[in-house]
């Protein structure tokens, strides 16, 4: 399984290139620096990628041929030990042409094989370790592959709000650390002001996804 730029892509071979076959996905390109980058969290200290809620992300897929009109992508993000669409810790979107308002997923660009896809999480959706995976449909069959792992983080860069949801708030220890609390979510300049606050906020934010 390809998780982020510090491992390998996942890669999938002997399949031949050809109309008749069915679709399957070759390699998978997470642009792990470009997507920390625009979701501020290319300064952290682990190499994972690390997102914020809210926001879209980029990936490039290589697929074995071109997409088809009758085959169908549909991606599949989970989170936590007992993922539920019910409980906002699962969800399943196909490929599209626009945004839902949910986890979507748009196609930004086809040049032969190879598509590059924005994807779309809500600015509800819990925050955590999230896993995706993808399932192809193609050719009077269904076939899933796992694309890896990325880890969901608030978004105080997002319209300077934060959800109400009664699933986006996992920090009730830290919402008695007032001085903590201002730090992460009352502006980027506070917490740019400090390298210590910076190093803080940043182990707090990922010590809150294993809550």
């Not at 979701?39 to 809620?53: A, V």
């Not at 986006?168 to 919402?175: C, H, N, V």
Request: glycine share 8%; proline share 6%.
């Amino acid at each position: 399984m390809a998780l982020l730029s510090s491992s390998p892509p996942f890669t999938q071979t002997g399949t031949e290139d050809s109309p008749e076959a069915s679709l399957e996905l070759q390699s998978i390109n997470w642009q792990t620096a470009f997507n920390r980058q625009a979701h501020h969290t290319d300064k952290f200290s682990s190499q994972e990628l690390i997102l914020r809620r809210g926001q879209n992300f980029e990936v490039l897929m290589v697929m074995n041929k071109g997409l088809g009109s009758r085959e169908r992508l549909e991606f599949i993000v989970s989170t936590g030990p007992y993922p539920s669409e019910s409980a906002m810790t699962k969800a399943v979107f196909p490929l599209s042409n626009g945004s839902s308002g949910g986890w979507s997923a748009v196609l930004q660009a086809s040049n032969g094989n190879t598509v590059t896809i924005n994807i779309s999480s809500p600015a509800s959706a819990p925050i955590g370790r999230y896993t995706m995976a993808l399932q192809i449909s193609s050719q009077g069959g269904v076939s899933s592959v796992n694309l890896g792992k990325f880890i969901l983080l608030f978004n105080p860069w997002l319209n300077g709000r934060l959800s109400n949801h009664p699933h986006s708030r996992p920090w009730p220890k830290l919402e008695k650390r007032k001085e903590v609390g201002k730090m992460i979510f009352t502006g980027s300049s506070l917490v740019r002001k400090s390298p210590w606050a910076v190093e803080r906020a940043q182990k707090l934010e990922m010590r809150s996804c294993d809550m």
